[in-house]
């Protein structure tokens, strides 16, 4: 049964036939766990008044009539430039909705702050500070205790793991680095009651089977356990700089991150040069720019005409202080002031083809090596692809493969070997 199992799954994710049959299954998935219809299974609209009294507003996914295995992760998804929580939810088929339903993942994809009624960061920056900086605290302080206060008990799920794409990257990797140099409540020193007991057959944390198991760790990370002494000279002035004295408010698992790299494609940008007004705030794409740049022309296949026909609609304006910084400041401070502090898994991908990064070997080695104290660092170039990853035809493997590496983090987390 089990071997039967398998090939099934590996009919499903890998071939055009197999991906129908696997969305298929997630609509009666969802019938099934929610006990409703399939098609009345969309992504709920939410908003949320933040401690700040600020709002955050997206998209999830409604919660099932029963709880989720026990270690099961709560994707929270933060869209790139010029779109918004739509972005996870284009269409049916271009949708994290029917993974979340089959898996029994929930996913909550935000607006990020500026975008459609979440309400925006102030329009100057602290002295000293950059927008990508501004953001991230404002998620790490903000958006993601509002979620994990919200919607964690209703969802079962004992973690938070982040899917951010293209310039929602930096606030994440800042967010991830803020969570890792501050305090542990005593909460998460708990969490064994919401997560996963080690019983017969399996291997704790402690001992020498864990000193030994580094056999799926890519090279030049580090276990968790080596982690604190390396960062401990850095670690005040990071928690100093958080701007609060509190613990952790929500435990984080992991980070998926693509669309943003290291060496920019001069090409485009020379593009977008003549489409910035120096005298605005915010930018908005042509949609027949966004189509050729973001999503490729319709000739070369890699995405679905019912994708073009959205384009307009997943259209938004973008900051012009967020494009800026990825290409001024960023790339001067965010490796030694963050990346390196980032103690969670990390999981980094860009397609061979990206429209506004180069994926050349050092490219990626140089971005994922960045990572050098995460307990667990993965990368590679997606083929076939475009810089929307989750747009295009391949990004149906690509939901399934983050879902998967998602819950593979819930359950490490749950079992306290993160």
């Given amino acids: 049964m089990g071997q039967t199992f398998s090939k099934q799954i590996l009919y499903d ?26 098609e009345s299974q969309n992504m709920e609209y939410f908003s949320l008044q933040l401690a700040n ?4 507003t997206g998209l999830r996914t409604p919660a099932a009539s029963e709880p989720p295995p026990k270690g099961t992760p709560l994707i929270v998804g933060l869209h790139g430039g010029s779109y918004s929580a739509e972005y996870y939810n284009a ?4 949708s994290a909705s029917p993974y979340s339903a089959f898996l029994r ?7 990020r702050p500026g975008y459609k009624d979440s309400t925006a960061l102030p329009d100057t920056l602290p002295e000293g500070s950059t927008f990508f900086q501004e953001e991230g605290r404002y998620l790490h302080n903000e958006i993601l205790p509002a979620i994990w206060e919200a919607y964690a008990a209703g969802y079962g799920v004992s973690s938070i793991v982040i899917l951010a794409h293209s310039l929602a990257v930096p606030m994440t990797i800042v967010a991830a680095a803020l969570h890792a140099t501050t305090p542990s409540s005593s909460s998460d020193e708990q969490r064994q009651d919401q997560s996963l007991e080690v019983g017969e057959g399996q ?17 030049g990370t580090k276990p968790a356990e080596n982690v604190k002494e390396n960062v401990k000279e850095d670690e005040k002035e990071n928690v100093e700089e958080n701007g609060k004295e509190n613990v952790k408010s929500y435990p984080l698992a992991g980070i998926v991150l693509s669309g943003f790299g290291t060496i920019p494609n001069v090409t485009t940008m020379a593009r977008v040069e003549p489409l910035v007004d120096p005298n605005a705030t915010r930018i908005t794409f042509p949609p027949a720019f966004k189509d050729e740049i973001m999503l490729s022309l319709p000739s070369t296949g890699f995405t679905d005409p019912e994708i073009y026909e959205k384009t307009e609609e997943l259209n938004t304006s973008v900051s012009l202080a967020e494009f800026a910084d990825a290409v001024g400041s960023w790339p001067l401070y965010w490796c030694e002031r963050y990346a390196k502090h980032v103690r969670c898994p990390v999981m980094y991908a860009l397609v061979a083809n990206d429209c506004f990064w180069m994926p050349t070997k050092k490219a990626m080695e140089d971005f994922a090596g960045s990572f050098e104290n995460s307990v667990r660092v993965e990368k590679g170039v997606v083929l076939g692809g475009v810089h929307c990853l989750e747009l295009c035809r391949v990004g149906r493997g690509w939901y399934a493969r983050v879902f998967g590496w998602a819950m593979e983090c819930g359950v490490a987390f749950g079992l306290g070997v993160l």
Avoid at 203 to 219: A, F, H, L, N, Y
Wanted: aromatic share 6%.
């Fill in 203 to 219: 291997v704790s944390d402690q001992g020498p089977e864990r000193e030994q198991d580094t056999s799926s760790m890519k090279e």
């Fill in 13 to 38: 994710l890998t071939c055009p036939s197999g991906i129908q049959h696997f969305l298929r299954r997630s609509a009666k998935a969802t019938e099934t766990l929610a006990g409703k219809p399939a």
């Fill in 53 to 56: 009294s600020a709002v955050v």
């Fill in 91 to 94: 269409t049916p088929t271009y």
């Fill in 105 to 111: 993942v929930p996913f909550v994809a935000i607006n």
